[in-house]
């Protein structure tokens, strides 16, 4: 989750949130297929409803305990609403 509320001189000049969502499954030690979500509204890029799916695969290369590598691909669905 974000939310970030600015502002100067008593006038917003900031108000926007965004929650987002992701899920990895390993289905062998390296290979996973993963998924996403996110929602946002930002009325300052006058954004009033933004929001998107995707699916998708990875490949996980090196695993360590500081350290974890990985490439993944995702096809995504973006919808944008805007307020003017």
């Known amino acids: 989750m974000l939310y970030e509320e600015e502002s100067v001189e008593s006038q917003s000049t900031r108000n ?3 929650g987002s969502y992701q899920y990895d499954q390993f289905f062998t030690p390296q290979w996973f297929a993963t998924g ?5 509204e930002d009325e300052f890029k006058e954004i009033d409803q933004r929001a998107s799916v995707g699916l998708g ?9 500081y ?13 944008e609403q805007f307020a003017t």
């Open 67 to 79: 350290l974890n590598l990985l490439g993944k691909g995702t096809v995504n669905y973006l919808d």
């Open 36 to 40: 996403n979500s996110f929602y946002e």
């Open 16 to 18: 926007r949130w965004r």
């Open 57 to 65: 695969m990875g490949y996980q290369f090196l695993e360590t305990t």
